[in-house]
């Protein structure tokens, strides 16, 4: 991947970069396809699953039960008010036709009336036992209420204990599932960034470049969005330990580069000015003569000073004369730009 200099040369490289980027959202589309093709290797968990049928049926039942007889006491209790309350207005208002009518035999005093008291006494007599009766079984319902209620909520507090110990145990088995999920996942990107990573250091700049890109982009992708979601927390440990990690790898590829380029560019520095010539390439050439740094040192120089032949910082010859017409011209150029004529052999 030199530095292109040629209109068309540009061209066809963005074009194989874009073929770079089609592959890789082929291969992904791909991928995604085989993934959710997979048969589903877990499912869903359900809080029943981790429960003892044996020990929750019957308390289960037990609630379901109680709530119902709590419903019929609550209903049933409503009439039995409501028949104390029409029994008690029916002894009132017959204790006051009583009172009323023993105030006006009190004032007469005859004697035939005595049986009618006797009848009167009893019916008033009767009517408060049916209210006396009406009262116990408002008491008898209220007591059948409480004790569906009493039933019901200790139900639930048994049932809910042992559903919180059954969340527990799915919890745990959420946690299970959930590294698996990630070992899946691990099994199925490892080989391929593995295989990236091959090709980053070996192949990217071969002639097939723009396919190990996508590859590579490719792998990235199924690495970032497919695997990293899915890492296991452990309360944040296990992300941040592995960002840790990946930071340190990247960091350390990057000083080492920087330090090879170093390296590189001093060895280079130290070479014959010819030997230097000839080992830059000349689109790279141009291309730093272009950006107005040194093609020698990529330093800045100033190519507009007509007194500066030499780069100040490494000694490379920037301009020269031509042989045939002696013009000043870029001791890069192949041909004189006044004369034509072919530039001296290097060496
Ligand atoms: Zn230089
Ligand atoms: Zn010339």
Not at 51 to 70: F, K, M, N, T
Not at 225 to 239: A, N, T
Not at 244 to 260: F, Q
Request: aromatic share 10%; charged share 25%.
């Amino acid at each position: 991947m030199s530095k292109a200099l040629r209109l068309s040369e540009k061209w066809f490289r963005r074009g194989l970069w874009l073929v770079a980027f089609v592959f890789a959202g082929f291969l992904i589309g791909l991928g995604g396809t085989i993934v959710g093709d997979l048969p589903k290797v877990e499912a869903p968990l359900a809080l029943d699953d981790f429960l003892d049928p044996a020990a929750v049926g019957p308390l289960r039942a037990q609630a379901q039960s109680a709530r119902q007889a709590e419903d019929e006491a609550r209903t049933a209790l409503e009439q039995a008010r409501l028949q104390l309350t029409k029994a008690r207005s029916e002894t009132q208002a017959e204790r006051e036709t009583f009172n009323n009518w023993l105030a006006a035999r009190s004032a007469t005093q005859r004697a035939e009336h005595d049986p009618e008291v006797i009848a009167r006494t009893q019916r008033l007599d009767a009517l408060k036992a049916g209210e006396q009766r009406a009262r116990q079984a408002v008491q008898a319902q209220e007591q059948a209420l409480l004790d569906a209620r009493q039933s019901a909520s200790q139900a639930r507090a048994q049932l809910s204990k042992l559903e919180d110990a059954g969340y527990q145990r799915m919890a745990a088995e959420q946690r299970r599932v959930e590294l698996r999920v990630f070992l899946y996942r691990l099994a199925l990107t490892l080989p391929l960034l593995a295989v990236a990573g091959w090709l980053f250091a070996k192949k990217r700049q071969s002639t097939w470049w723009p396919f190990v890109w996508g590859f590579i982009y490719f792998a990235l992708f199924a690495f970032f969005v497919e695997l990293v979601p899915y890492l296991p927390s452990y309360g944040g440990y296990v992300r941040y330990v592995v960002g840790i990690i990946v930071t340190a790898l990247v960091g350390r590829y990057a000083i080492v580069a920087l330090n090879r380029y170093l390296e590189r560019q001093r060895q280079a520095e130290s070479l014959p000015d010819q030997q230097r010539r000839q080992e830059l390439g000349y689109d790279v050439a141009l291309a730093r003569l272009a950006k107005g740094v040194c093609p020698g040192c990529e330093r800045p120089v100033d190519l507009k000073n007509e007194a500066i032949d030499f780069c100040p910082h490494c000694g490379i010859g920037l301009f020269d004369r031509c042989g045939a017409c002696s013009t000043r011209k870029s001791a890069f150029a192949r041909f004189c730009h006044a004369c034509g004529t072919q530039a001296r052999p290097a060496g």
